[in-house]
């Protein structure tokens, strides 16, 4: 049985990962803004290491959008190359805790546990944030996001003006992200630098697109603008409505 992984017990059980980090870790329930879970995550806890999950759809299933050899590469590369670097990060914190480390690089252990950890929970909401056009992809959400998009950003199109803005002007390579900040219990749209800087502490990631150059350079160029309003055709908004649900829970 999949443990879902809550953000409380993830910051709380785990140190600081990033804002965005929603780790997996053993023995722990879900009480609050359930995201996802230990396979989700490719979590094992023999090893204690992380695995890079498949993807929720072929290659080529976003090609409209994203090339199949962009995601190739993406997924195989970049993403994986995260999880090596988190695993590796794990693994220097482990032996510092049982005096076999050097203790005086703790502080570059724990910001690299940050950088890749970021890097990995970003990527695998980014994944399944998405599906094909053919099979629902982009649109509208509905029921309660719906209402609530309108609620904080006057219209939805007010809000897609935002978010493509927001992702369009990063500095340099990061995210655009529409998160749910639990204490005014509203939604807000944030830029990310890298993989966790500038991330609003506490808020719940939902809806995340990678600006990345790796994420859009072979099909688009520098054209990030061209990319950005092409990925709002393959938000998954069923999935982000459930993120969505799970944050206000």
């Given at each position: ?148 998009i309108k609620r904080d950003f006057g219209s939805f199109g007010k809000f897609v003006k935002q ?87």
């Open positions: 049985m999949n443990t879902p992984i809550s953000r409380r017990h993830a910051l709380s059980g785990m140190a600081a990962l990033g804002a965005t980090s929603v780790l997996a870790s053993t023995g722990t329930h879900a009480n609050t803004n359930t995201l996802l879970t230990n396979t989700d995550l490719g979590w094992d806890p023999e090893s204690k290491q992380f695995t890079l999950p498949p993807l929720p759809y072929p290659y080529d299933a976003l090609e409209s959008v994203i090339d199949e050899q962009t995601m190739r590469i993406h997924h195989r590369k970049h993403h994986n190359g995260y999880i090596k670097g988190a695993n590796n990060a794990l693994r220097q914190l482990e032996a510092i805790r049982w005096d076999q480390g050097d203790p005086s690089f703790i502080q570059h252990w724990q910001r690299q546990l940050s950088f890749h950890m970021g890097g990995h929970v970003n990527h695998t909401l980014f994944w399944s944030g998405m599906k094909p056009e053919a099979t629902g992809g982009g649109g509208q959400p509905t029921g309660n996001l719906n209402q609530i978010f493509k803005l927001a992702a369009t002007k990063v500095e340099g390579s990061g995210w655009g992200w529409l998160v749910y900040e639990p204490v005014s219990r509203q939604l807000m749209i944030t830029q990310v630098q890298n993989q966790q800087d500038m991330m609003i502490a506490g808020a719940v990631p939902l809806l995340g697109v990678d600006v990345w150059e790796h994420a859009y350079y072979l099909k688009y160029q520098n054209r990030r603008a061209d990319y950005v309003e092409a990925f709002m055709r393959i938000i998954d908004w069923e999935e982000i409505a459930r993120r969505f649900e799970a944050a206000r829970k």
